[in-house]
């Protein structure tokens, strides 16, 4: 942060060229993003953004719809976010080979992707 020119108790102090800590950057919009590596053995990488404090949820499901597993379900600050899944269930039973979902939701957004498990 620099500031040019700044008043304290009727003192002026000419210019403060920067301030501890740094600068984070917040999304400007939601996103989540295809996993990787995909196809993927034995686990695989889910990043998303939010631009905004709030609830998400990231679920895996198998091709018949089932849930398999909650990677995410909380309040979050905004930001970008990378979750690791390992392909086990909720149970920690690793799962099958085959294509599976991850759907992201935070506030009114929704997204689905596809990702595929090869042993």
């Known amino acids: 942060m620099t500031i040019d020119h700044i008043m304290l108790n009727d003192k002026s102090i000419l210019k403060v060229t920067s301030v501890g800590g740094s600068q984070t950057d917040i999304p400007q919009s939601y996103s989540l993003y295809q996993n990787y590596p995909n196809p993927f053995n034995p686990s695989t990488n889910i990043e998303y953004t ?9 679920t895996i499901y198998d091709v ?25 269930d909720a149970r920690g039973v690793k799962v099958a080979s085959g294509v599976y979902f991850y759907r992201m939701t935070a506030g009114s957004f929704t997204q689905i992707k596809k990702m595929l498990l090869l042993k």
């Open 50 to 58: 939010i631009p905004e404090k709030g609830f998400v949820q990231l």
């Open 64 to 88: 018949s719809g089932r849930e398999v597993k909650t990677l995410v379900a909380m309040e979050q600050n905004a930001g970008a976010y990378r979750m690791t899944w390992d392909a086990s």
